[in-house]
């Protein structure tokens, strides 16, 4: 196979990434770092696509190429990445750079100048106000949830588990195509300070950062515990305080810790923690956060390391083959690739991933989307409230979804 060819050039037009993915891009962003693309240079599956990066010939003096993907739920299965033919990486310190790939220098230059123009000389239109006719319904029924919540509850009460999380899906149907560049920016406008993506289809904005290397740094951000968020200054407070009291949302959220660090730590020559969780709140939500943050004392990629902690207690349970197991028998659906994990790197190692939740999957034609919401349950978990919790978790996509 000949090597792909990339190079870069900076510039420095002020643009919106939701804009240059649009509909039809692909888009992982947060507070305005991140990367969109267009095009496809090549497909990678999750396994090679260290490699493939490797193996692209990079201009002097020119940024890497990012793929961007998806790793699914189950563990060991292997996520699809793209290698874009064109993006645009927006750096923590203001940097912007135009990257084009293709199969050779010439082509991949001229790539380079056309998106370069295009993208600082056009004017990007927003999408324009819509009203249309929704209706929401579950897809896997409520007392399938139930009863599976019931079912994951007394196997931690037997001992079985410490731990296991269990979802639910509902379906969004519209009478004409959503349009997914306006859900975008409905999703920077609510959850800007969320890792927000668009993966073929795949659309969501997860406040959950599961690894992140940046040089020889690797840093986490696990979230587990949940309580609602009003609005109301003095209300929220008050629930954020009974959540930080809760015993129930401590052991949920002090699983997922662990098994971060330890699974982490191998790799570092120092690993450090908060010694007490703090509340993370979004605009629907707030839960349980801890920040993990260390060097690595040995080469490890983040994708690599993505794949190790996927799916963490956070989405799937612990220990975790039980817990996967305990999901599969009673859950009653395929999750996909939520509960996973979404990001992009590059082949120097470098990327972050977050974790595939607060999402909608959505159909070819645009007029359905499926959204999933689910909860960690422990042994004193109670089915209700954990019902009530996932109508909480929905609202992040049903909001930047229904516009009647």
């Not at 159909?363 to 109508?391: K, M």
Request: net charge negative.
């Amino acid at each position: 196979m000949t090597a792909l060819h990339s190079c870069s050039r900076p510039f420095e037009e002020p643009v919106d990434l939701n804009d240059i993915a649009r509909g039809d891009g692909l888009l992982f962003v947060r507070d305005g770092v991140g990367v969109a693309a267009r095009g496809v240079a090549c497909e990678s599956k999750s396994n090679d696509v260290a490699a493939v990066l490797s193996s692209i010939v990079v201009a002097s003096g020119s940024l890497p190429p990012r793929a961007i993907g998806a790793l699914p739920f189950a563990p060991g299965s292997t996520g699809t990445f793209v290698v874009p033919a064109v993006s645009v990486v927006k750096t923590a310190s203001g940097a912007q750079h135009v990257v084009a790939v293709a199969d050779d220098a010439p082509t991949a230059e001229a790539l380079l100048t056309k998106a370069h123009d295009e993208i600082t000389g056009a004017t990007h239109p927003k999408p324009r106000p819509h009203a249309g006719r929704f209706s929401v319904g579950a897809l896997t029924d409520v007392d399938i949830y139930l009863a599976a919540v019931t079912s994951a509850r007394d196997a931690v009460r037997r001992g079985d588990i410490t731990k296991a999380v269990i979802a639910r899906d509902i379906e969004v149907t519209s009478n004409e195509p959503i349009d997914l560049h306006a859900v975008l920016l409905r999703l920077k406008a609510s959850f800007g300070s969320s890792y927000r993506y668009s993966f073929r289809g795949l659309v969501g904005a997860s406040p959950e950062l599961l690894v992140e290397v940046e040089d020889q740094t690797v840093r986490s951000n696990p979230l587990a515990g949940t309580t609602a968020r009003t609005g109301d200054p003095a209300t929220d407070r008050t629930l954020a305080d009974a959540l930080l009291a809760s015993e129930k949302n401590q052991i949920e959220h002090r699983v997922v810790v662990d098994m971060v660090h330890d699974t982490l730590l191998p790799y570092c020559s120092y690993l450090d923690w908060e010694p007490e969780a703090s509340v993370v709140a979004v605009a629907n939500v707030q839960h349980l956060g801890t920040r993990v943050e260390g060097r690595l004392s040995r080469p490890a990629h983040a994708c690599d390391l993505a794949r190790l902690l996927c799916p963490t207690p956070a989405l799937g349970g612990h220990p975790r083959d039980a817990a996967v197991e305990l999901i599969a028998r009673f859950e009653g659906m395929d999750r996909g690739l939520y509960g996973g994990a979404i990001g992009w790197c590059d082949a120097t190692g470098d990327g972050t991933f977050a974790v595939t939740i607060r999402c909608a999957e959505f159909s070819v034609d645009r007029t359905r989307a499926r959204l999933f919401a689910g909860g960690g349950i422990v042994a004193e978990s109670d089915p209700q409230s954990e019902l009530t919790e996932t109508q909480a978790k929905f609202q992040a996509m049903l909001s930047a979804l229904v516009r009647p």
